[in-house]
């Protein structure tokens, strides 16, 4: 079971920037296909944020896309979320997780993931973003 550690985040003013690093305990090459970062408010439901593949595909909510950027440094096992522009709505507790499910598309004969809490089987213990107006 591959252990998820998140890291990088805090306090900001409206308009600021914050990168979010998650180191996984064993090689990113290794770990599950599908990685994602998701958030939760308080009184909110968990919500998808960012996907990124097998292949290093990135998928984006339209709330954080042209802001956030994902990515993954297989040399240091680790995964981060670049957010930019932050607003007071970004305010959550940020989690990276990892699945193994993949769906297989026909048409485009390539395989791809799925913003489905219940599909990512390893979960971070969450890192606090605080953004102020």
């Known amino acids: 079971q591959v252990r998820l550690v998140e890291s990088g985040g805090g306090s900001v003013e409206a308009g600021g920037s914050l990168t979010l690093s998650c180191e996984a305990s064993?090689?990113?090459?290794?770990?599950?296909?599908?990685m994602g970062w998701f958030r939760q408010a308080p009184g909110k439901e968990r919500e998808w944020v960012a996907l990124l593949d097998r292949s290093s595909n990135t998928n984006y909510a339209i709330s954080v896309k042209g802001r956030f950027a994902t990515s993954r440094d297989n040399a240091k096992n680790t995964l981060y979320l670049q957010m930019n522009s932050l607003k007071p709505e970004d305010t959550a507790m940020y989690y990276c997780?990892?699945?193994?499910?993949?769906?297989?598309?026909?048409?485009?004969?390539?395989?791809?993931?799925?913003?489905?809490?219940?599909?990512?089987?390893?979960w971070g213990q969450g890192t606090q973003v605080t953004v102020s107006t």
């Open positions: 997780a990892a699945g193994s499910k993949e769906y297989y598309s026909d048409d485009s004969g390539i395989y791809y993931c799925v913003a489905n809490p219940s599909d990512f089987s390893s």
């Open positions: 064993i090689p990113t090459t290794s770990v599950r296909p599908c």
